[in-house]
């Protein structure tokens, strides 16, 4: 069964340095999405793209976080620079079209630690 | 207001019981659809159902059932012989025709006791 792929599993950083998570979502889907996930909580969505054009940025903290999917399918996420408050799951999920009542496939995530 | 609700933040049970997860939802559209995901310890989100608002039907699936009621506006998860394995956190959340986003409850943690 086809599969979202996300790497790395873990990551352990400390605070100011920059880090990237990478996505690959199930063959044939158009939309991608970030989540990120703070222990106890449900996940939040940072961005969602559509092939890629970004179609909903408005909770990503565009002064340290970027995401970019240029070719459509794959995607990567970055932190730049990291602070203690980052530490969280980050979800990669992909839909087939991003249409209402859709359902997402989920990735096994990144775990982020930032010391 | 766009709204999930999973009063339970935590509930044990012994292998073998049933056990009912709730959910309730807020949302003023009359088109909307309702999921449930499990989370296991692995970590990825797993879908489990879909249900849209033209729906009202209950589910089973094996040991799963769903109880929809858009009186109360839930829908209530329950699992019936409980396993360990269905120790995992439990999401329910909310998409509409207003906003595709899904709106996530908090997640509830179920603990399956051997």
């Known amino acids: 069964e086809a599969e979202v792929a996300q790497s790395p599993r873990y990551k352990i950083t400390e605070k100011s340095q920059a880090v990237a998570f990478w996505c690959d979502p199930i063959?044939?889907?158009?939309?991608l999405y970030w989540y990120r996930q703070i222990l106890g909580q449900g996940p939040e969505l940072l961005v969602q793209?559509?092939?890629?054009?970004?179609?909903?940025d408005s909770q990503l903290p565009k002064d340290r976080f970027s995401a970019e999917r240029l070719k459509g399918v794959d995607s990567t996420l970055k932190i730049q620079p990291a602070e203690l408050g980052d530490s969280a799951m980050y979800l990669c999920?992909?839909?087939?079209?991003?249409?209402?009542?859709?359902?997402?496939?989920f990735g096994s995530g990144t775990q982020l630690s930032v010391l | 207001a766009q709204k999930v609700t999973q009063a339970q933040t935590e509930i044990s049970v012994v292998e073998k019981e049933d056990v009912t997860l709730d959910c309730v939802y807020e949302?003023?559209?009359?088109?909307?659809?309702l999921f449930w995901y499990k989370q296991p310890p692995s970590g990825e989100l797993v879908f489990l159902i879909r249900?849209?608002?033209?729906d009202e039907q209950n589910e089973i699936s094996g040991r799963y059932s769903w109880n929809f009621q858009k009186s109360t506006s839930s829908f209530n998860f329950t699992i019936t012989a409980s396993q360990v394995v269905d120790s995992a956190v439990y999401f329910c959340?909310?998409?509409?025709?207003?906003?595709?986003?899904?709106?996530w409850g908090a997640g509830t943690k179920l603990i399956i006791k051997p």
């Open positions: 949302t003023r559209d009359t088109t909307y659809y």
């Open positions: 793209f559509q092939d890629e054009s970004v179609v909903d």
């Open positions: 063959s044939g889907h158009a939309t």
């Open positions: 999920a992909s839909s087939f079209r991003g249409t209402v009542g859709e359902k997402l496939f």
């Open positions: 959340a909310l998409s509409m025709d207003s906003n595709y986003q899904l709106i």
């Open positions: 249900r849209n608002s033209f």
